[in-house]
């Protein structure tokens, strides 16, 4: 399987296009966010070991999003899927 192009992919780009499109019409707007719960270079917790560490923030469609170094690997996360891990 191409790893550029999985579905996973796909469904962000359609994602995006799709609030592209609707932003045209006038007929969504942004979410205004609120202040972030994390920051660079926070460390994360999740218990039984797993850490994270916070490397990039930005603003995405549905809110904060956060470039996270987690297991070697470096993921892009939405701000709710974090809210369970705790800042060490």
């Known amino acids: 399987m191409n790893s550029d192009?999985?579905?996973?992919s796909k469904a962000r780009d359609w994602l995006r296009e799709a609030c592209d499109s609707w932003a045209g019409d006038g007929?969504?707007?942004p979410a205004t966010l609120d202040m972030p719960e994390f920051k660079v270079g926070d460390l994360l917790s999740a218990g039984?070991?797993?850490v994270a560490?916070?490397?990039?923030?930005n603003e995405?469609?549905?809110?904060?999003?956060?470039d996270v170094l987690r297991s070697g690997l470096m993921w892009q996360?939405?701000?709710h899927a974090l809210l369970q891990w705790r800042v060490i």
Not at 53 to 57: A, F, H, N, P, R
């Open 60 to 66: 995405g469609p549905y809110g904060w999003r956060y």
């Open 77 to 79: 996360v939405d701000e």
């Open 53 to 57: 560490v916070i490397t990039g923030m």
């Open 27 to 29: 007929m969504w707007e």
């Open 48 to 50: 039984g070991g797993d």
């Open 5 to 8: 192009f999985n579905f996973g």
